[in-house]
């Protein structure tokens, strides 16, 4: 049955028609412009247009970071999450490669969360992890959840098996995105302040969000969403190159056997 038709047919590598010079696909490339320019803007927007807040100092800027990577980390489980649902629904491989490049680059993106958030919580709370604040916690075990979910995919060899564990998994493993950036706000014990929606505490570090700030901040958030949708097409791209290459490997082998 040709390995379910070579697993469903990953892309072909992009034709000289539809690339740049070097066989670079040129939608990714203007993608991947748009998204550096943004970054421009919005380091700019970070560090000259929006002012220096008053309680807490040039430390505060770090928030557009720490924010805007924190939601484009939980939007890049949540296309892991549907990844895995419609995988389970048609099983086609394509999906697994969406899933496992998601959880990557939301890796990366939570993983800037949780290295500027210390930084913040240094200044604003004296102390850089606040033992057992449920928010922090909550968000390091989301990372680790995902972390694990990486490993363990390396210990199934089965292609469709790894895959069907992978979508399970990601469901699974969704529970805690929900609680870190949904449930923990019904915890009255965090000093993590809210940027948006209510919630049951009151956090420590708490600062008032100006015109310019709100906007920032809004820019911020879609310049990450850029750089979550850039990330995820460069990997996914080398996810099927990779799938291409084998399967012109097990082709060549065949013929040789």
């Given at each position: 049955m040709a390995t379910q038709a070579s697993l469903d047919n990953p892309p072909q590598v992009p034709s000289q028609t539809?690339?740049?010079?070097?066989?670079?696909?040129?939608?990714?490339?203007?993608l991947t412009g748009f998204t550096g320019v943004m970054l421009l803007a919005a380091s700019y927007m970070v560090f000259v247009y929006a002012p220096m807040?008053?309680?807490?100092?040039?430390?505060?800027?770090?928030?557009?970071?720490?924010?805007?990577?924190?939601w484009a980390g939980a939007l890049a489980f949540l296309v892991a999450l549907v990844?895995?649902?419609?995988?389970?629904?048609?099983?086609?491989m394509q999906w697994d490669r969406v899933g496992k490049s998601s959880v990557e680059v939301g890796l990366m993106l939570l993983t800037i969360t949780l290295t500027s958030g210390p930084i913040w919580g240094q200044y604003a709370w004296g102390?850089?992890?606040?033992?057992?604040?449920?928010?922090?916690?909550?968000?390091?075990?989301?990372?680790?959840?995902?972390?694990?979910?990486?490993?363990?995919?390396?210990?199934?060899?089965?292609?469709?098996r790894r895959a069907r564990f992978a979508a399970i998994y990601v469901i699974?493993?969704?529970?805690?995105v929900?609680?870190?950036?949904?449930?923990?706000?019904?915890?009255?014990?965090t000093i993590h302040p809210h940027v948006v929606g209510p919630s049951a505490s009151t956090g420590e570090g708490d600062f008032g969000v100006s015109a310019r700030i709100g906007q920032t901040l809004g820019f911020s958030l879609l310049t990450f969403t850029a750089v979550y949708a850039t990330l995820l097409a460069h990997r996914l791209r080398l996810e099927n190159l990779s799938e291409?290459?084998?399967q012109v490997k097990s082709?060549?082998?065949?013929?040789q056997g």
């Open positions: 539809s690339s740049t010079g070097r066989g670079f696909p040129t939608g990714l490339a203007v807040e008053r309680t807490l100092g040039n430390v505060q800027r770090i928030f557009y970071f720490h924010v805007a990577s924190a990844a895995g649902i419609v995988f389970l629904i048609n099983g086609k102390n850089p992890w606040p033992a057992w604040d449920p928010k922090l916690t909550s968000a390091a075990v989301t990372w680790l959840s995902y972390a694990a979910y990486l490993m363990l995919r390396q210990g199934i060899d089965d292609p469709r699974i493993a969704f529970t805690s929900i609680f870190t950036y949904v449930g923990v706000r019904f915890v009255e014990q291409r290459i084998k082709a060549v082998l065949a013929r």
